[in-house]
DNA sequence: ATCTTATGCATAAGAAAATTATGTATAAAA
DNA sequence: TTTTATACATAATTTTCTTATGCATAAGAT
């Protein structure tokens, strides 16, 4: 009768996330090759230890601006009778990636500057 | 007559702050022990050699929020003519952010982990 | 057999948090 | 005397995320 729902996770921690979801996927995409909606929250999950969960609310929406941009393609498979969408980087896309991870690199630094932390970054 | 500006900055690196802004007014609050919101913004400016620009249409509002939660108290000074409003951190305010850095090492880890990069923290 | 969980997509309503654009006011510099 | 710097504040809009919901299939549990 009852459904007991725990929710575990480290909260606040969800808020930080903000604005670099798109520069997570990208990478990801650049890494895997392609990948599914699906894949990419349970790979967040995996990499993160459940510490970061990406909600289909806001990964959907985008993945799909980021295909109406021309960053990514789409490829619809069935595989086990289910359909997946699998998500590519488009050479553009590419580019594109390549620019956040540098902006991503350059708030980082700029985050160690502003709270005084030693971020040392490698590859 | 034409008012020509230019607008230098690293754009997209601006969207990545968005959640942890409060962090880093919490963060700098902490180090200076009390500071008004207009040194903020030249703070956060001049640590980053202009790329972090803290506009006040999101500054001020999060100093409200952060006052009116009780982690912020307020003192207005009048300095040359002007009147400055002077924030700093309550008891709790000081543990607040404790946790917020925390969190804020916490999710760090996490895109470590999620993008590859080999992130040092220390201190 | 049937109910739940996992897989897989999608969107709509609402909230949160930023940008952009204003507005007021004083002091200093051009 | 006009612009720039200092110093606060807020309103309208946009962006982006959360929460809730919906549909559908497969697999596992009862």
Redesign the interface.
């Known amino acids: 009768m009852h459904k007991i729902i725990l929710y575990t996770c ?4 969800q ?6 979801l798109s ?2 996927v990208l ?2 995409l650049q ?1 895997a090759g392609e990948m599914y909606g699906y894949e990419i929250t349970q790979k ?1 999950k995996q ?2 230890s459940d ?2 969960k990406l909600t289909e609310g806001a990964l959907y929406p985008t993945l799909h601006k980021l295909e109406a941009e021309g960053t990514l393609t789409t490829e619809s498979r069935k595989v086990d009778g289910r359909v997946r969408k699998y998500y590519r980087l488009t050479e553009d896309g590419k580019k594109a990636t390549a ?3 540098e ?6 630094l ?2 160690q ?11």
């Open positions: 480290s909260m606040a921690n808020q930080l996330i903000k604005g670099s520069t997570i990478h990801l890494s967040v990499l993160t510490e970061i620019e956040r991870m902006e991503l690199e350059a708030f980082l700029n985050m500057r502003v709270l005084g932390l030693n971020i040392k970054l490698s590859s």
